[in-house]
Nanobody, 122 residues
Framework: VQLQASGGGLVQAGGSLRLSCAAS????????MGWFRQAPGKAREFVGE????????SYADSVNGRFMISKDNAKNTVDLQMNSLKPEDTAVYYC????????????????WGKGTLVTVSS
């Protein structure tokens, strides 16, 4: 599975941005998908994950209620809708895929995508 994230950019605080991750591979629909982010000088942080069916999601407390992950198995994409953005959301965002789980620490990740930069100005 190869992953490619896109959609990053510059947005003002309070605004919205939608990231998309395109996946290659015929087994994409069976993977758990997740998003992580890494701000400059900080450790990688779990953002959220979605089950292989798309019916179940979980989020980090820092983004819960503002971010939403969706999965389209027909299109082989997983999106991250980010609302009410804050300057502290500034980071490089990565999508990830796991055969059975993702985990907040990323222990279940089998594939990482290249990141896309999100910058939120105050």
């Amino acid at each position: 599975v190869q992953l490619q994230a896109s959609g990053g950019g510059l947005v003002q605080a309070g605004g919205s941005l939608r990231l998309s991750c395109a996946a290659s591979g015929r087994t994409f629909s069976t993977y758990v998908m997740g998003w992580f982010r890494q701000a400059p000088g900080k450790a990688r942080e779990f953002v959220g994950e979605i089950s292989w069916t798309g019916s179940s999601t979980s989020y980090a407390d820092s983004v819960n209620g503002r971010f939403m992950i969706s999965k389209d198995n027909a299109k082989n994409t997983v999106d991250l809708q980010m609302n009410s953005l804050k300057p502290e959301d500034t980071a490089v965002y990565y999508c990830a895929a796991g055969r059975s789980y993702i985990g907040a620490g990323g222990n279940g990740v089998d594939y990482w995508g290249k990141g896309t930069l999100v910058t939120v100005s105050s």
